[in-house]
């Protein structure tokens, strides 16, 4: 009786906890919302309120009526979608090559592939192979450098060899090739893996913004998070230099503008990601246990 009493203690003590954690994320978040709602005076001297007086789309409407943002959208859209196409495909098909042991050279491939997951050239030498190669202010810069990873490479080449071998020998034996076998037959069977990679390289390529700030000068080339730097780190007065604002609406709309920004910028990946939950809770496993 008195450890069933210590169990729902302990369970009264972690519940109370995470509420209150939940509470400390949720809040901010729900702050932002309400002001990007807001006819932004509201929250001019720090002002701290959940609930706008009045709910206004005034900050929703400019923001969307302006090339800059729309072009910034745009922009990280192109990025995220090719990006994470490239990084699937080059993950999935060198993790496919690496998981049969009939590869000549298998090993050694594998030393250097681990071999950068401990070392890096660093952002001096990686600028200056991108100048080299001729990619600076272009997206390839953002995209080729991180095209796969060590880390995506082992789990997939994990995941592939735990497949049952007998399904690529019933797709030898009907004639089937490597890639045929990779396409029709351990793909479909790797939707886990797949969608949780595919939902890691989707979220990196959307919050773009070190690689962008470095790589491209071109501000009609930004991604929208080094726009939204631009619309809250450096300040209001570039908010006006950059959307030809007037002084009257920078000074009304100017917060709202900023927080509707950030909640647009957020849409994409949280509507995304419910639909891949199942998946990413399966995948995030694969490699963990060992028969």
Sequence with gaps: MRIKDKFSLFDATNSLFMLLYSLLVFIPFLYVVAVSFSGGGESVGGNFFLVPKEISLEGYKYLLSTNRFINAIGNTIYITVVGTAINLLFSATLAYALSKKFLPGRRAMMLIIFFTMLFSAGLIPNYLLMKSLGLLNTYWALI????????????????????????????????????????????PLSMPVMATFGLMFM?????????????????????????????????????????????????????????AAIIISMIPIVTIYPFLQKYFAQGSMVGSIKE
């Design 144 to 187: 080729l450098p991180g095209a796969t990873n060590a880390f995506t490479i082992m789990v997939m080449k994990t995941f592939f060899q735990g497949l049952p071998e007998s399904l690529d020998e019933a797709a030898r034996i009907d004639g089937a090739g490597e890639v045929r076998i990779l396409w029709s037959v351990v793909l």
């Design 203 to 259: 979220v990196g390529h959307w919050n773009e913004f070190f690689g962008a700030v470095i790589y491209l000068s071109k501000s009609s080339m930004w991604t929208v998070q080094v726009l939204l730097r631009q619309m809250i780190i450096v300040g209001t007065a570039n908010i006006n230099n950059e959307f030809s604002m007037d002084e009257k609406t920078t000074s009304q709309l100017g917060d709202s503008i900023k927080m």
